[in-house]
């Protein structure tokens, strides 16, 4: 309805995730790094967590925007109460396989034999798990299990884990995932956005569906939609989706804090943000003295980001090439493994081939690792310095 009125071409606050409308916050920006870390390692377990509504399916929807189809296959599964069989069950499901037969064991043999093909036609795997803190102990094991997946040295499935703050702490705490948290290689908790970057946030959502600046805001609606609504992007759009059609109805081309007020109080009403508006209240009260000294978003190096890029580009090509030696090894293995020693020496040097790109890439990680870890302190001291300022 707001969306005719307003001239807009789509809905600018829609509460589904949706890459079109991505936008890179401060906690966005770091966990986009140390996700692009972590997938161009190829192995082992990347962590995502945040509040509901932090954007966490929204960063990975806005990542894999931008992966090449040809060298990563993807599945992503949302997960509810699951034990781990069913959990293999519903991998399987994810990747497209049919399975002969209902239990575990099919399952794996469909899940192992795809991952392999996948392997020798040059794309890596890449398994989603979204709301993870649902997952029982034994599925998480599973999920371990199936990252022992190789060809040869090569790991054949990596695994983002997207979840609330309580699975951060499952993934620390708990004595029976020790061997999880070994394998865990990059981790990044989002936390909600800042005041000075609500406006941008708003402004940007409406930008991707043609606003020119029908309606206006208020300035002070800023700062009280973001006490209302923690700075947490869904409760954002929730709140500016009341607003946008309230504008509507009363034919408004300015949004003002009255306007704000009237929403706030019927989305109370409905019982909606009544608990957020007492959360907001009570942080506020406890944050008042710092409330001034709030820092502002900062703009990466962009020296630094482009060395990192480099870098990241540079490891993928290096994957990719190492894919390819994966590829030649086990063709050579399984073409004649009978003929003589002797004549294989076209074997023999794709072995030496492999090893001398897997020591390129050992010596390739800790560079990126160092760069990334540079990066990011980087970040946080200059957010500590605005703070202090």
């Not at 469909?110 to 996948?118: N, P, R, V, Y």
């Not at 989603?128 to 090569?154: I, K, P, T, Y």
């Not at 406006?199 to 569906?209: D, N, S, T």
């Not at 790109?357 to 990334?372: D, F, G, S, Y």
């Amino acid at each position: 309805m707001f969306n005719d009125f307003y001239g807009l071409s789509g809905r600018p606050f829609q509460l589904t995730p949706d890459p079109t409308f991505y936008f890179e916050s401060l906690t966005h920006r770091k966990a986009l790094s140390y996700l692009s870390y972590g997938l161009a390692q190829g192995e082992g377990f990347v962590v995502i967590t945040g509040e509901v509504g932090a954007g966490k399916s929204t960063l990975v929807a806005h990542l894999m925007a931008t992966v090449d189809p040809a060298r990563l296959t993807a599945a992503q599964i949302v997960t509810s109460k699951l034990d781990g069989e069913e959990l293999v069950h519903v991998v399987a499901q994810a990747f497209g396989l049919i399975v002969d037969g209902h239990d575990k064991a099919s399952a794996l043999g469909a899940i192992e034999a795809f991952l392999h093909d996948e392997a020798r036609a040059g794309r890596r795997c890449l398994l989603v798990v979204d709301e993870s803190q649902n997952l029982e102990l034994d599925a998480l094991e599973e999920l371990r299990m199936l990252s022992n997946f190789q060809l040869g040295a090569h790991p054949l499935l990596q695994t983002l884990l997207l979840g609330q703050p309580e699975f951060r702490d499952t993934i620390q705490d708990h004595p029976q995932l020790e061997q999880l948290r070994q394998r865990v290689i990059a981790a990044h908790h989002l936390e909600a956005m800042e005041l000075g970057e609500v406006q941008a946030y708003i402004e940007h959502r409406l930008k991707c569906v043609g606003w020119t600046g029908n309606p206006q805001f208020d300035q002070g609606v800023f700062t009280e939609l973001y006490e209302a609504s923690g700075g947490v992007p869904r409760r954002i759009n929730q709140i500016c989706n009341r607003l946008m059609m309230l504008g509507a109805v009363d034919q408004r081309s300015r949004i003002d804090r009255a306007m704000l007020s009237q929403v706030l109080d019927e989305l109370e009403l409905d019982g909606t943000m009544q608990l957020k508006k007492l959360e907001s209240k009570v942080a506020a009260e406890a944050a008042a003295p710092a409330a001034a000294a709030a820092p502002q978003p900062v703009a990466v190096d962009g020296v630094a980001m482009a060395q990192l890029q480099a870098l990241l580009a540079e490891r993928d090509a290096q994957i990719a090439e190492l894919q390819q030696a994966v590829i030649e090894l086990a063709n050579e293995r399984d073409a004649d493994l009978s003929r003589p020693v002797q004549n294989d020496e076209g074997f023999a040097a794709l072995e030496a081939k492999f090893a001398g790109l897997e020591a390129k890439m050992l010596e390739q990680e800790r560079t990126i690792r160092h760069t990334l870890t540079m990066l990011i302190e980087w970040i946080e001291a200059e957010d500590a310095n605005r703070a202090a300022a």
